[in-house]
């Protein structure tokens, strides 16, 4: 089994900025991608950046706010959200692809973490 374990999260003013943390843990023999969705209230859970060995991936709403970073030593996974805004309010959800030691691939997800930010 693989967990993911989030924190991070909290209530934010505008304009200010939270780093969130995901930590794979497990029978994980490597991890492929790993990145960050989000979930607001009503809404579908996006992606919000994704990162692999050879590409990284951001939503047009948090190109230039957020940057996504990578441990994989520690199978560990970043978000750092600076000039945060009502409209990043959601829970957020750590993901990875990990291939197990039994050689099986599966996606797996944190169980999420609130981002709340006031005007």
């Known amino acids: 089994q693989v967990q993911l374990v989030e924190s991070g999260g909290g209530l934010v003013q505008a304009g200010g900025s939270l780093r969130l943390s995901c930590a794979a843990s497990?029978?994980?023999?490597?991890?492929?991608?790993m990145g960050w969705y989000r979930q607001a209230p009503g809404k579908q859970r996006e992606p919000v950046a994704v990162?692999?060995?050879?590409?990284?991936y951001y939503a047009d709403s948090v190109k230039g706010r957020f940057a996504i970073s990578r441990d994989i030593a520690r199978n560990t996974v970043y978000l750092q959200m600076n000039s945060l805004e009502p409209e990043d309010t959601a829970v957020y959800y750590c993901?990875?692809?990990?291939?197990?030691?039994?050689?099986?691939?599966?996606?797996?997800w944190g169980q999420g973490t609130q981002v709340t930010v006031s005007t």
């Open positions: 497990g029978s994980i023999f490597s991890i492929n991608a």
């Open positions: 993901n990875a692809g990990v291939v197990t030691t039994y050689f099986d691939e599966f996606d797996y």
């Open positions: 990162t692999s060995s050879d590409s990284t």
